[in-house]
């Protein structure tokens, strides 16, 4: 058992001076340098005061100046001080909340009264501050109970946990942010924590799936690619995009295996498969030599496999109206949710704000990791990091010392307190790109029987492709209508079309003819419609010239552009 423990610095009634005693600090060698110079030119100056005395001013003016710069340059930057101004802050709270005791003490037959603050301790690291407050069942402590959310804005901080330890009451608040932010080069997967900043990550095991929200323009595509960069070197990651955007362009990029789908028959197939997949590998785990009741796929040296949705209220909206397709993937997706961890199988999604409408509130509480860029409106925050976040102070923050900031959002474990958070910095503008990074990844090749659903698929696929593109190099059949059908429709005369035509013929336009009617094919409308636009810009003077100027444009000669 303890003895002792150390809590911090104790609070004072005098701390709430301390930037007045730091500047005067600074300035006392400048005031002893001019007071000294002062005596030792005293006579002088008694007799010539000036220009001297303008001068000595000057200089406390200036010692005055500098001293208030030193010190403010001291508080903003070194650790030192801002325990210093800390202790300000905390003192300057209690005495104006009326959180301070007032003993009577007799001097010099006179009762005086003084302040007295009550045992508050206070603790300070770089990223994090721990306030305790004494308890005892004193007057105060009530209040001392539930001062997370102002602590939280008192220090510009995170409010993360509260703790009770012996008599006390401990408040532990994240701080400096910022300075936690890594870069892309330091995102990467030990173990099984995927590093996010210095001192958060994402332990895909400990806390299967990852829900990602985020308005437009918050940075929220950013951050997939980020965390694609580490995952797809560590595990198989397939990709759903519906919204057929920024992530369907990696479907050329090797390390994907052709692994990203877009339509939503191919993404509903593709959670149809990893449903298939894990179920096969359960069934290799369970038949392994090396088969322990409650081990993991880790155990068995397996790789993960990641599901990646961006914008999953964009594929349920695609789905809306067919009820059989839509009951059809959310049985796929319970069923990875909630027996995908020990397969080594995770789901990451992101959506605007996950809604009930697109995600029941049942699978949304098994996603066990949060986070959220940019900025949410209060029911986004709710359904972001529900109810153990319903008090938290969500504070929209653009600018940090006047310098534009991007990337930032909160993040948390579910059913835990959010924390502030920075996504990893992009170096995007000195030639960055994701693209030519994901290119340098190795493919890691499927092992074992399980990975046999999606070869099948590729195959299948592959397939299917080689019958399109063989299609498309057919070459096309020619459709065509009836003259009278174009001319109803761009409400033109009959008569001066068949006026134009002749024309067009002597250049070697050639018009299929039938018994009643004159055909033309949609270039030959083309043509038609040029001719007439031309005839109007040149006054309406000669369609022969017309005609002779759009062909001359086209490069056509004797029998080109004939049906």
Known sequence: MKLFTYRGKRVRVFHRKLKGITWFIWWFPFLLAISYYSYLHLEELKVHPLPQAYFLGAGLLFSLILSWFIN???????????????????????????????????????????????????????????????????????????????L???????????????????YEIAINRIDSRITIDEVKVKGSKLQLMKDISWDYIEEPHLLIGGGTGGGKTVVLMTIIYALAKIGFVDICDPKNSDLAGLKKIPVFHSRVYTSKEDIINCFKENVEFMEKRYEQMSSSSKFQAGKNFTHYDMKPKFILVDEWAALMAKIDRDYSQQSELMEYLSQLVLEGRQAGVF????????????????????????????????????????????????????????VKVVGRGYIASSGNLAGEFYSPYIPLDQGFSFYDEYAKIPIMEFEGQEFSVFEEYLEEKKSKEKIKVDEQLQ???IIHRPLKEFAEEYDLKMQTLRKIIPYMEEHGISFKRTDSAILIEPFQEKLLLETITQ??????????????????????????GQA
């Open 347 to 402: 789901i990451i999604f992101a959506m605007q704000r996950p809604d009930g409408e697109f995600i029941k509130t049942a699978l949304r509480d098994n996603f066990m990791k949060r986070l959220s860029v940019g900025h949410l409106e209060s029911t986004g925050y709710d359904m972001m990091f529900g109810d153990a976040n319903k008090t938290k102070e969500f504070k929209k923050l653009d600018e940090i010392n006047g």
């Open 535 to 560: 005839f109007e810009e040149d006054g309406r003077k000669s369609y022969p010239k017309a005609i002779e100027a759009i062909v001359s444009h086209h490069g056509l000669g004797q029998g080109q």
């Open 72 to 150: 403010r340059v001291c508080y903003r930057k070194m650790l030192f001080f801002q325990k210093l101004n800390s202790l300000r802050i905390l003192s300057r709270f209690l005495l104006e909340n009326n959180l301070y005791l007032v003993k009577k003490v007799r001097r010099e037959n006179k009762i005086i009264e003084k302040i007295a603050l009550p045992q508050v301790y206070i603790k300070q690291s770089r990223y994090k501050i721990e306030v305790s407050f004494i308890l005892e069942g004193n007057k105060f402590q009530d209040r001392f109970l539930n001062l997370g959310a102002t």
């Open 152 to 170: 939280e804005v008192m220090f510009n901080g995170d409010f993360r946990n509260k703790t009770f330890d012996n008599r006390f009451i401990k």
């Open 475 to 477: 070459e096309p059949e």
